[in-house]
Each structure stands twice: as C-alpha cells, then as structure tokens.
C-alpha cells in the first residue's frame, strides 16, 4: 500500500479531518441550479494542501431537533474515525415552531447534542436557522437563534447566525420570492459565505485563504 504521506517531506505529518454534517435538506442544496447548496460552496473553498479532508452528508427533510438528537450519534459514529480529527456539522431550522417542541425544549435537545458530542472529542459547529419572508415567523425565529446561539455559545462551540445578516438582505429576500420561499443559487452563496467568514477556519484549524 502506498504511504499517502509520501512526498510531503520528511518532517511533515499530514493531518486528517472527518466531517459530518447532519439536519435539514438545504445541506443538499436542494432548490440549487448548482447542485452544491452552501455547504458544498464551503467545502470547495477549504483549502486542502495540507489536510487529508472526508465529509459525509445525513440531511433529513423536515426534521427537528427533538428527531435530531435522537439519531445523529449512531449515524455520525459509522463515519468517524479513531486516529482522525471528528467534526460535526449542525444545520438547523425552524421546524421546532410547527411541532409541540417548545423553545425551552428545543435548547435542551441542542444542549443535548453538544454535551454528547464533546465526551465523544467531536468539535461541532451550529449553523443556525434562516430566516423567511414571513415577519411573524421571523420574529419567532429571532428567539429561536437567539436560544440555540446562548446553548452553543455556553459549551465553546462555534456558531453561525444565519438568520440576524440575512433577515433584512435585499438578495437573499429576492432569492426566496423567486424560489417558492426556499434559497436558489444565490442563497446558498450567502449562506456559505456567512460560513466561511464566521467560524469554519478556526473550527477546522486551517489558514484562511488569502484570495
């Protein structure tokens, strides 16, 4: 078998990164005429000269956090690794507001996810959920971030607010309006810029590209 270290140097010892990411179906980027969603944008801008970097994708449809936390270990563990450094991703929405998941109840599952995570070693990051074009919701939203944002923040894990840049974007609400209310190629790119630039290099531990 050939030494996937070769020819990095005698001194040099490559790391090795595995991501998983779990939540809704924008981690797919469906509705995207680029088929990448945000996350895809993320990954294709991480640089990985130096990094040996595997990602797996377990998005669900229409799941909350209460389904959420109770599945993203079993499936999470099948693809990471001993000898690796483990990283989740947590894409969250705003579907604990049309189910009996209160707000309380939704941090407690998110507290849940962290708290389990870190025993395990995993370093997560919490994309938060993004707003709509509904001003009612969006004020529901608003509490909503707020909550999941205090959880993820009180164990030092990274979070991204999604929701406060994009609530009053004239793009990103332009995207939506053509798009039946979901992100097109242009609210992907907003969302894994927001990414890119509030968290992911640090998270992962590499340089940020300078171009």
């Excluded at 936390?69 to 099948?78: G, K, P, T, V, Y």
Aim: hydrophobic content about 40%; charged content about 25%.
């Amino acid at each position: 078998m050939q030494d996937r270290n070769q020819g990095l140097g005698k001194d040099t010892v490559e790391r090795s990164i595995r991501i998983v990411a779990v939540g809704n179906e924008l981690l797919t980027g469906v509705g995207d005429p680029r088929a990448l969603g945000w996350l895809g944008r993320v990954l294709a801008k991480t640089p990985t000269e130096s990094v040996r970097l595997e990602h797996y994708v377990l998005a669900m449809p229409g799941e909350g956090t209460e389904a959420l936390s109770q599945r993203w270990r079993e499936e999470a563990l099948r693809r990471f690794e001993a000898g690796t450094e483990n990283h989740l991703v947590i894409a969250l929405n705003d579907l604990d507001l049309d189910s009996e998941t209160s707000s309380a109840r939704g941090r407690l599952n998110l507290a849940n996810i962290l708290d389990r995570a870190s025993q395990e070693g995993i370093r997560c990051l919490v994309v938060g959920p993004v707003p709509t074009l509904d001003s009612e919701r969006n004020q529901r939203i608003a509490e909503l971030n707020a909550a999941y944002e205090d959880v993820a923040s009180r164990r030092r894990h990274v979070y991204v607010d999604t929701f406060t840049p994009l609530l009053q974007h004239e793009q990103w609400r332009g995207d939506l309006a053509a798009n039946d209310g979901q992100p097109g190629q242009a609210g992907y790119g907003l969302i894994a810029w927001l990414v890119l630039h509030r968290g992911w290099y640090p998270w992962l531990g590499l340089a940020e590209p300078t171009t």
